[in-house]
């Protein structure tokens, strides 16, 4: 079952915009991570973070977390034609990775040059 | 580095064969690898976890005996679609865990699997 809802589900943003992206969870959870896919193609980690962060940053990665909200946010900052991907938030059932993962919807972002 | 290969990228079969992927972790072993499956437009649902040497634990509403998973190294894991039918048809993405990371996970480039 989907533990995630991506909002919004489509971004279309210019070259150089800020582009941020939700993501709700519905169990408590240790960690959440951002995951970016291109088209047709396997997934790329960008970013964990645990429960008792709130905020963490990684190059023009900034991802929130906010648990008594079930809700985090990447803001992916001066974004780049190549940043163009689905965007996915995941969150699993152990806080030390032995379970697979629960993916949300994704956002589809893409950077118009 | 952390590189999962999978092979092949595209497969096209008949209704009824049985079709097998292949998911190597290249430069790093992996006691646990993942396999999902993606419809287009889609989200990843995971369909079972692989652990060497072991059976696979499959998701629930996954039938093991039509997705048969082999782990029987530390670098390979094998999903096998066995009777093949047009409803099978989907990318089937898998993944690796590397000791000391944690959850995050490593994911090979997906198979595109097309059922006439």
């Known amino acids: 079952s989907q533990q995630g809802e991506e909002d919004p589900q489509a971004l279309s943003i210019q070259e150089g915009e800020n582009a941020t992206m939700n993501c709700s969870y519905k169990?408590?959870?240790?960690?959440l991570q951002w995951y970016r896919q291109n088209s047709g193609r396997g997934l790329v980690h960008l970013i964990l973070i645990r429960s008792n962060e709130r905020e963490k940053h990684s190059g023009r990665l900034r991802v929130t977390l906010d648990t008594s909200k079930k809700s985090s946010s990447l803001l992916i900052t001066a974004s780049r034609a190549a940043d163009t991907a689905s965007y996915f938030c995941?969150?699993?059932?152990?806080?030390?990775?032995?379970?697979?993962?629960?993916f949300g919807k994704g956002t589809h972002l893409i950077i118009q040059p | 580095g952390a590189v999962v290969s999978q092979h092949p990228s595209w497969v096209i079969c008949k209704s009824g064969t049985s079709v097998k992927i292949e998911c190597r972790s290249l430069d790093f072993q992996a006691t646990t690898m993942f396999w999902y499956r993606q419809f287009p437009k889609q989200s990843l649902m995971l369909m079972a976890t692989?652990?060497?040497?072991?059976?696979?634990?499959?998701e629930q509403g996954v039938e093991k005996d039509k997705f048969l998973i082999n782990h029987a190294s530390l670098t390979l894991s094998t999903l096998t679609v066995t009777s093949a039918h047009p409803e099978d048809s989907s990318f089937y993405i898998c993944s690796a865990r590397k000791e000391g990371q944690g959850p995050i996970q490593y994911f090979g480039a997906g198979t595109r699997l097309s059922v006439l």
């Open positions: 995941a969150t699993s059932r152990s806080g030390g990775g032995a379970d697979g993962l629960t």
């Open positions: 692989s652990n060497e040497g072991s059976k696979a634990t499959y």
């Open positions: 169990t408590s959870i240790n960690n």
